[in-house]
């Protein structure tokens, strides 16, 4: 079994920053894809940024410019650094990890950008 773990939402004012992780544990030899998606209230659930064992990396529009999406293969863990963030980010975030040919999810992280 596999768990993942993310933290480092919150509040935050529009043009503040943030920056969330997400640490993987459990039974993992290698992670394959990483990465973050978010769900704003009614909404589907939507790709943030995902990055490869390797590190490339890929970018919904909406975050291009403003979010940094990295990993650390020895701590198995996943980044995202939000800059410049907007109220339309405003959205529980999710990690989620390749592995085993699973896709596996995290609990989710609220991230709220309102003055």
């Known amino acids: 079994q596999v768990q993942l773990v993310e933290s480092g939402g919150g509040l935050v004012q529009p043009g503040g920053s943030l920056r969330l992780s997400c640490v993987a544990s459990?039974?993992?030899?290698?992670?394959?894809?990483m990465g973050w998606y978010r769900q704003a209230p009614g909404k589907e659930r939507d790709l943030v940024a995902t990055i490869t064992k390797v590190g490339s990396t890929k970018y919904a529009d909406s975050g291009k410019g403003r979010f940094t999406i990295s990993r650390d293969n020895a701590k198995n863990t996943v980044y995202l650094q939000m800059n410049s963030l907007k109220p339309e980010d405003t959205a529980v975030y999710y990690c989620?990890?390749?592995?085993?040919?699973?896709?596996?999810w995290g609990q989710g992280t609220q991230v709220t950008v309102s003055s």
């Open positions: 459990g039974n993992i030899v290698s992670i394959d894809d």
């Open positions: 989620k990890a390749a592995l085993w040919g699973n896709d596996y």
